[in-house]
């Protein structure tokens, strides 16, 4: 391995882990993210098959396995929730626009955060209610 891909593997390998880490603070759910967010994640995407691709043509064994596996610990990373929250705070890009109908998974539910629609076992919701 000559000083050349030593150096190209390092970079490959801190351009993967800032992809990984970008990706780890994009929500998960495509219908929770808009379309600015959609579209950076698709250029992002493309980017880095790019460049996979190119490392992997010019036979750079190491830098391909290294670009990828580093994207996966930057996701990783992103994903620590300590640091997932500070990031979120930090930069309104990755936060979920919930202004746009989409709806808390606790409102989706219906309720207080609990499973279910509040009824036990098919009855209707206010049947331990007396009137």
Do not use: C
């Amino acid at each position: 391995m000559t000083i050349s891909e030593i150096i190209i593997t390092i970079v490959l390998a801190v351009y993967g882990l800032g992809t990984g880490f970008f990706y780890g603070l994009m929500p998960l759910r495509l219908d929770l993210a808009n379309e600015r967010q959609n579209r950076l994640q698709q250029r992002v995407g493309l980017v880095a098959a790019l460049v996979l691709l190119v490392v992997v043509i010019a036979k750079m064994l190491v830098a391909a396995w290294v670009t990828p596996l580093a994207m996966v610990v930057g996701f990783g990373i992103a994903r620590i929730p300590a640091i997932h929250a500070a990031m979120l705070n930090r930069f309104a890009l990755f936060r979920v626009d919930l202004r746009n109908g989409h709806k808390r998974r606790s409102e989706r539910r219906g309720g207080k955060g609990g499973k279910g629609n509040g009824t036990a076992k098919g009855g209707s919701a206010n049947a331990h209610h007396h009137r």
